[in-house]
Nanobody, 121 residues
Framework: QVKLVESGGGLVQPGGSLRLSCAAS????????MGWYRQAPGKQRELVAT???????GYGDSVKGRFTISGDNAKNTVDLQMSSLKPEDTAVYYC???????????????WGPGTQVTVSS
């Protein structure tokens, strides 16, 4: 199946920038969509950004204009460049992938363990 590992989280000041990365590995035929979600304490998990294998992107309203998602199909990686960070961006950020594993029909949703992003002065 698919294993996702995030990296790049940390502590930044308001207005600062941070870049998150996610790498997918395992036995699968292809990944159709990769993206980022986040969850703050006491809140629901929310969409941050997604990117398809064709390069189509989408963003949550709260991050539009500040975050940029990019991917590399050959390496099965996805990055999230975050700028103009706000305290309300503080959350655990999770990498997500929709992939088709080998020997299994259909596509499934996979999640990484998450990486903490804290925006505070």
């Amino acid at each position: 199946q698919v294993k996702l590992v995030e990296s790049g989280g940390g502590l930044v000041q308001p207005g600062g920038s941070l870049r998150l990365s996610c790498a997918a590995s395992g036995r699968f035929f292809r990944i159709s969509v990769m993206g980022w979600y986040r969850q703050a304490p006491g809140k629901q998990r929310e969409l941050v950004a997604t990117i398809t294998s064709g390069g189509s992107t989408g963003y949550g309203d709260s991050v539009k204009g500040r975050f940029t998602i990019s991917g590399d199909n050959a390496k099965n990686t996805v990055d999230l460049q975050m700028s103009s960070l706000k305290p309300e961006d503080t959350a655990v950020y999770y990498c997500n992938a929709v992939a088709s594993p080998r020997a299994v029909l259909g596509s499934f949703n996979y999640w990484g363990p998450g990486t903490q992003v804290t925006v505070s002065s």
